[in-house]
């Protein structure tokens, strides 16, 4: 099973590496919710799509 796309991006001089599904969560909704991880609702990591991403807090993310 493949993991996460990310994308290296260069900001100020500095190299970071983005995940996928994080840029496209906030390209969609205009921020990333605070103590929360962006999930794939299929599993599925490789679905990007955003009806396919949602934003779950820490404690819930445990569970899954």
Known sequence: KRGHR???????GVDRTVLAHR???LAHH???PDKTHI??????????????LAALAFSDNTSR
């Open 23 to 25: 840029l496209i969560y």
């Open 39 to 52: 999930v794939h609702r299929n599993n599925d990591l490789a679905d990007n799509r955003i009806e396919n």
């Open 30 to 32: 205009n921020r990333l």
């Open 6 to 12: 990310s994308f290296s991006i260069r900001t100020g």
